[in-house]
């Protein structure tokens, strides 16, 4: 499965590297470039990025299923041992 960004995001991704690069680097990079780089990020560390979140939510979840028995317990046979009940006979 290829990991690929929305046009908004990709846009926003590639003016961010961009900006990394025009403020942290000696030389900026242009937009083709920056294009390139991003696509190399996602194929190449995207894999681990997506693979860890899909782990974090698995685990995530398994706990939350795990509880769940917890969170929506209700007793059983309660009629009898309600207030007045005990005792009457026909």
């Not at 997506?50 to 209700?74: F, G, P």
């Amino acid at each position: 499965m290829s990991i690929e960004l929305s046009k908004e995001g990709h846009n926003q991704a590639v003016a961010s590297i961009e900006r990394y690069f025009r403020e942290n680097m000696d030389e900026p990079i242009g937009n083709v470039v920056a294009g390139g780089l991003l696509k190399f990020f996602l194929e190449e560390i995207g894999p681990s990025i997506y693979n860890k979140a899909v782990s974090d939510a698995q685990e995530r979840l398994q706990a939350r299923v795990a509880e769940l028995d917890i969170d929506v317990h209700e007793d059983e046979f309660l009629y009898w041992r309600k207030p007045g009940r005990a005792g009457k006979s026909r």
